[in-house]
């Protein structure tokens, strides 16, 4: 869906691999200043997580292939950012993107099986109440678990059998 996005743009691929780049640093850097913002690590921590997210050739490499592996890297980055703000300084608004986030994520991959965990960590730890904190987990969760109904329910229109192959 996102090539087709893309397509209606543009044909050329190094559009793709500079919008993959540039979102995947974006969404690196959001993580980096939330982190320096709510952490406050020494100056000498800052310089290197700093360079090594700014010069680090892996982004650049991931970037050049058309795969979601950029998206999702770059969404997990957002997903994670969004976690620290919920841990660090909780709203009901940082609950819903987050698990708006965690559904990107696991469409894109379904490495993202496991988010719905760390999210539940997370929220657990955060200074939502307790009612806060079970629609948060319970939100997160829910979504994945409509995910996999929706993707198993397109496999038994195309096989015939309801399954879902998360690591097939």
Known sequence: KFLRLVSVFTHTDG?????????MQL???IFLFSLFYLLRPANSIRTSLLL??????AILYMSNYISADSLFI???FLWLTSLLWIISQPTPGQ???QAILLLICFTLRYNALYYPIIAAVAIL???YRWYGKVAGIGLSFLLVAFSIRYTSGK????SG???FSPFG
Do not use: D, H, R
């Open 27 to 29: 969404s690196a850097l």
């Open 161 to 163: 059998q309801i399954q």
């Open 74 to 76: 770059g969404f997990s």
């Open 52 to 57: 090594f997210f700014i010069f680090n050739p």
């Open 15 to 23: 559009t793709v691999v500079t919008f993959q780049y540039s979102f």
């Open 155 to 158: 496999m038994k229109e195309l």
């Open 95 to 97: 609950g819903i993107a």
């Open 125 to 127: 730890l955060s200074k």
